[in-house]
């Protein structure tokens, strides 16, 4: 009889889907600002609030901008790695302190070091906004054009910096360096 | 050494596990009896061996033995004691141990209650425990050994998730998965039934008490777990239909239609298929639970440790299990036959029309829960499911539900006289619309919900009181009504408790969610607030130092009338090892209301952001959990229970022992 096979169905045709959902990572947030023009900002910096810091001013580099935060504590984890991307020189990391106190933030690289070639301060998170912010940590790749051509969602791992960041950075400087 | 001795116990007790999982199988089907006997010392064996790795990872955690990864990431020096036991679960590696420590538990339990039961019987659900078994220590072992050491070894670790470090933490996993587990029980029974090819109502009688008991662990844990999230998480809400929540919610909506059906089949043979098939599925829901947890399929808050290699193995040992049983349902289920036929109007009618809403809605959980992930596999962009779709699911399925709960005790088997259950109830449904038409308006506001949620409640309560006073009104003899009540059996007294306590439930629920008020507010010390008639006045906050944490408490004065009541002290702690963030709540819980302070972010020069909510009736919710619990734990006093399990073992007795004269035989077995 057909009908007792009904179940055994369904658990496969549910089997097949979480087999499939398996391979996908469920934190991968598509953004709707992938290949869109960067939103522009001029926010004052961190170290020094009389200067300030706009995606304008890095027109013609690749770089990086990194959301963070002292109260954040995936940071914390993410931290220790972005030095040694800092340090590979491969790409300029800059941060975007994002909805901290000024006196934390300071504290905060002041005990685990600064990776960052600047930060910029959004008090109130409005910036954060135009950028889609999901959560901190959150890292940008902006081309030479100010176009965003990844983001990602939660702290960059050394795994995702060589497969991901790594080649697309090397990529978009190659294309620069033709063009 | 300690690590290492859990380790080689686990190790052992997958052996044993291995054994007790094949052989008494084998041997129930061919006839080899020193096969079969050795189901129940494998299994206890397992279970002492399972017991003394949960210890020894116990005593990693107690003695701050941080050379041990599991103990490194999840404790700390400073933690308190009770928690750094209840850390012992609080990971992935050991909530998987906890798993198998419950699940050998209810192993050994088995062998220990079911003397009386046919030794094949017990040798395969043994077995199909032993499968259960094996799969999850060699999970452990492959994937997740919580016995991992770590070098170099920290100086401390890194504390145990502060959202964990709660009393309701330190029992809401055991209760939980002693539920959960508890349902592998009845899975067993209905695997052995299908393979023995023998499913009647003995074997119906046999399963429920531990499909009850099981079930009153979950309801109890699923409750614990959302009054941790209400007293903890700092949102005063009770239930957030998150991936988690809802893995526990499948397998009670299930065992709940499986506690219906088994009855159906115990006293009238009937919905034989069916009550396998939902035994399978309640604890299928149950695997598949801990796979959407463990695995990271879904994101969710409660998603502790996710790790998609794990996944895999989950997977691939749910198709095996589930897939396996579902294989042998569709081979076996046709031979079970279909029972005895019923009418249209019919407690069997009702019960199953009960039964259907219930795996209608478990089913409509599991097609939210998993609509994400189904959606992404198809390549059709990223969704979450929230609240508003379980919400508009769930009250249309459960409104009828509940009102045949009313209907479904007062009809007779196999045939019911409508007509005559008009008649019978027609006063019991009046007063419940007209008392919940009226009652909103005492609270203030007339909503159409709220007079549907308190008419059901009503409607439960008042044609329960019919029921009884037909029930005193048909036992005869002359007997007082006091003796009469108490000549009612306790399976009918668990049943009507338990929906009792789903009245209770459903009164919480409509009363705070039609009568909650909220305030979400910033506050300067001395500040003021109203809500629900009470004013709550904001003293500013102190520094408090914690043995792992240092906080902001508040306080706030409460009046009412201009009389102070209570004096409210909400924290906002920093636990200093991870830095993390936490509020707690601090809540003034009376019968009726509940007060509820939580401070939010601190704004500047001593104001914070504070939210004060007014929740009528919430501790209800729990309250009828409780009560739901309370009546499962009543209808398993029943005698019968006892006196067949007696029967059974004098049956046996007298197969065993030829030389007892049958004629003994008989008198001892008619005693009763």
């Known amino acids: 009889m057909l009908r007792y096979l009904?179940?055994?169905?369904?658990?496969?045709?549910?089997?097949?889907?979480?087999?499939?959902?398996?391979?996908?990572?469920?934190?991968?947030?598509?953004?709707?600002?992938?290949?869109?023009?960067?939103p522009t900002f001029r926010l004052p910096q961190l170290k020094d609030p009389a200067k300030t810091f706009s995606a304008e001013d890095m027109r013609g580099k690749v770089w990086i901008l990194n959301v963070w935060a002292s109260w954040c504590v995936a940071c914390r984890d993410e931290h220790p790695w972005l030095f040694e991307y800092a340090r590979s020189g491969a790409v300029p990391i800059y941060g975007l302190n994002y909805k901290d106190q000024r006196e934390d933030a300071l504290?905060?690289?002041?005990?685990?070091?600064?990776p960052y070639v600047l930060s910029a301060v959004d008090l109130d998170g409005r910036v954060a906004i135009d950028y889609g912010v999901y959560g901190a940590p959150e890292s940008y790749v902006i081309d030479q054009n100010g176009t965003i051509r990844l983001k990602h969602v939660g702290p960059l791992t050394p795994d995702i910096w060589s497969q991901k960041v790594l080649p697309l950075v090397q990529d978009l400087n190659r294309q620069g360096v033709t063009k | 050494?300690?690590?290492?001795?859990?380790?080689?116990?686990?190790?052992?007790?997958?052996?044993?596990?291995?054994?007790?999982?094949?052989?008494?199988?084998?041997?129930?089907s061919r006839g080899h009896r020193t096969w079969i006997a050795l189901a129940v010392p494998t299994g206890q064996a397992q279970f002492v061996f399972v017991a003394i790795a949960f210890g020894c990872l116990a005593y990693s955690f107690i003695t701050n033995d941080f050379s041990v990864l599991n103990v490194a990431t999840n404790s700390n020096s400073q933690l308190p004691l009770h928690y750094r036991l209840a850390a012992t679960w609080g990971s992935h590696e050991g909530s998987l141990l906890l798993w198998a420590l419950m699940l050998a538990?209810?192993?050994?339990?088995?062998?220990?209650?079911?003397?009386?039961?046919?030794?094949?019987?017990?040798?395969?659900?043994?077995?199909?425990?032993?499968?259960?078994?094996?799969?999850?220590?060699?999970?452990?072992?492959?994937?997740?050994?919580?016995?991992?050491?770590?070098?170099?070894?920290?100086?401390?670790?890194?504390d145990l998730n502060p959202l964990l470090q709660d009393p309701g933490m330190v029992v809401h996993p055991p209760m939980l998965y002693m539920g959960y587990v508890g349902f592998s029980v009845a899975f067993a029974f209905a695997i052995a039934a299908l393979i023995g090819g023998r499913l009647d109502a003995t074997w119906a009688r046999w399963s429920r008490p531990w499909t009850t008991v099981a079930w009153m662990f979950l309801t109890c844990g699923i409750?614990?777990?959302s009054f941790w999230a209400y007293y903890e998480l700092g949102w005063g809400g009770w239930w957030f239909w998150d991936p988690v929540e809802n893995a526990s919610f499948m397998p009670w909506l299930i065992g709940t239609a499986l506690i219906h059906s088994l009855a159906v089949t115990e006293k009238r043979g009937g919905f034989k298929s069916w009550t396998v098939l939902l035994a399978i599925s309640a604890f299928s829901l149950s695997l598949l639970g801990t796979f959407l947890v463990r695995s990271g399929v879904l994101t969710s808050v409660h998603t502790f440790a996710?790790?998609?290699?794990?996944?895999?193995?989950?997977?691939?040992?749910?198709?095996?299990?589930?897939?396996?049983?579902?294989?042998?349902?569709?081979?076996?289920?046709?031979?079970?036959?279909?029972?005895?036929?019923?009418?249209v109007v019919s407690r069997e009618s009702f019960l199953l029309s009960n039964n259907v809403l219930l795996a209608?809605?478990?089913?409509?959980v599991l097609l939210g829960t998993l609509y994400p992930l189904i959606v992404d596999a198809l390549g059709m962009g990223k969704l979450s499911v929230g609240p508003p779709y379980f919400n508009l699911v769930f009250v249309p399925l459960m409104a009828p539900a509940i009102f045949l709960m009313g209907i479904g005790p007062l009809a007779r088997w196999k045939k019911a006289s409508l007509p005559d259950l008009v008649t019978r109830l027609r006063w019991a449904f009046v007063i419940s619309v007209l008392s919940a038409l009226a009652l909103p308006f005492v609270f203030g506001q007339w909503q159409a919900?709220?007079?549907?949620?308190?008419?059901?409640?009503?409607?439960?309560?008042?044609?329960?009181?019919?029921?009884?006073?037909?029930?005193?009104?048909?036992?005869?003899?002359?007997l007082t009504t006091f003796q009469k009540l108490r000549m009612q059996s306790r399976s009918y007294y668990g049943m009507q408790l338990a929906h009792l306590g789903v009245a209770v439930f459903v009164v919480g629920v409509t009363m705070v969610t039609g009568y909650q008020l909220e305030q979400d507010v910033r506050m300067q010390p001395g500040d003021t607030v109203n809500a629900g008639g009470y004013e709550f006045k904001f003293n500013g906050t102190t520094n408090v130092v914690g043995p792992n944490y240092q906080a902001a408490r508040a306080e706030i004065i409460v009046s009412r009338n201009g009389t102070e009541i209570e004096r409210m002290h909400p924290e906002k702690r920093n636990y200093t090892a991870r830095g993390d963030v936490m509020t707690e709540t601090a809540i003034d819980s009376g019968l009726f209301r509940d007060l509820y302070v939580s401070l939010g972010e601190p704004v500047s020069g001593g104001a914070w952001s504070v939210r004060v909510y007014y929740k009528p009736f919430v501790g209800w919710i729990w309250g009828g959990a409780l009560l739901m619990a309370l009546g499962g734990g009543v209808a398993l006093t029943d005698r019968r229970y006892a006196l067949a399990a007696r029967k059974e073992r004098e049956a046996r007795a007298v197969v065993k022992t030829p030389e007892v004269p049958a004629a003994v035989a008989a008198s001892v077995q008619m005693e009763p």
């Open chain 2, 105 to 158: 538990l209810w192993t050994a339990a088995v062998s220990l209650f079911s003397r009386h039961l046919p030794e094949e019987m017990v040798a395969r659900v043994l077995s199909v425990m032993g499968i259960i078994s094996v799969g999850f220590l060699l999970f452990m072992l492959l994937t997740s050994n919580p016995f991992t050491r770590l070098f170099p070894v920290p100086i401390d670790g890194r």
């Open chain 2, 223 to 225: 409750a614990l777990g």
């Open chain 1, 107 to 114: 504290a905060w690289l002041g005990e685990l070091g600064d």
């Open chain 2, 360 to 364: 209608v809605a478990a089913g409509s």
């Open chain 2, 1 to 28: 050494m300690i690590p290492e001795i859990g380790q080689f116990a686990l190790t052992i007790a997958l052996l044993l596990a291995l054994t007790q999982a094949t052989l008494p199988l084998i041997g129930a």
């Open chain 2, 306 to 343: 996710a790790d998609p290699k794990r996944g895999v193995f989950i997977l691939a040992f749910l198709v095996l299990v589930i897939g396996g049983s579902l294989v042998l349902y569709a081979w076996r289920a046709k031979q079970v036959g279909l029972g005895g036929k019923f009418e």
């Open chain 2, 449 to 478: 919900l709220v007079s549907l949620g308190l008419m059901l409640a009503i409607w439960i309560v008042t044609s329960a009181v019919v029921n009884l006073r037909e029930r005193v009104r048909v036992t005869s003899g002359q």
């Open chain 1, 6 to 38: 009904v179940p055994l169905g369904l658990f496969l045709v549910l089997v097949v889907f979480l087999a499939i959902g398996l391979g996908r990572d469920p934190h991968v947030i598509p953004s709707a600002l992938i290949n869109k023009a960067a």
